[in-house]
């Protein structure tokens, strides 16, 4: 069932993709309900997206037990948080955005996204964007990573 869904995405055919999963009743399974929300974010049926998704506080639990090994694949529940908190950003909730951005990262560090939303709209100080590198669960041979996002940190404290 994924080739032709997939296929009506890259096609840019959304609302096809997402009748097709609705259709077959394919929403059970978390990777369906995330293309399912991509086909709404692209839409730009936001409020329709985070209820598919959820608000963040109820599945988080089930979704945060994906065993995930940072930089080996994509972590479905940080690309979920990430499509949550381009949600919650179009809908001008900035504080929720902030949330689901830094639960992303915390998901996989390697969410490159998440970390540009952060810092390229401005949302965080350079105090809370140093204090995030430093809770990122980055092991030794990540360190070109931490450099990275350091490099891409404010480089004023401002008063």
Not at 1 to 9: G, H, K, R
Not at 22 to 41: N, P, S, W
Request: glycine share 6%.
């Amino acid at each position: 069932m994924m080739p032709p869904v997939q296929t009506y995405f890259v096609s840019r055919q959304y609302r096809r993709g997402m009748m097709l999963l609705k259709h077959h009743g394919l929403m059970e399974d978390v990777r369906f309900r995330y293309l399912t929300a991509k086909c709404l974010a692209e839409v730009e049926e936001w409020d329709e997206c985070l209820t598919l998704l959820g608000d963040g506080e109820l599945d988080d639990d089930m979704l945060q037990a994906e065993q995930h090994q940072p930089g080996l694949g994509v972590s479905t529940y940080a690309a979920i948080c990430l499509l949550r908190g381009q949600a919650f950003e179009a809908l001008d909730n900035r504080q929720r955005a902030i949330a689901c951005y830094t639960a992303a990262l915390q998901a996989d560090p390697f969410c490159q996204e998440a970390f540009a939303a952060l810092v390229d709209n401005h949302m965080l100080s350079n105090a809370q964007e140093l204090e995030l590198l430093d809770s990122l669960p980055l092991g030794p041979v990540d360190r070109w990573l931490a450099l990275l996002y350091r490099a891409r940190c404010k480089k004023v404290n401002w008063l």
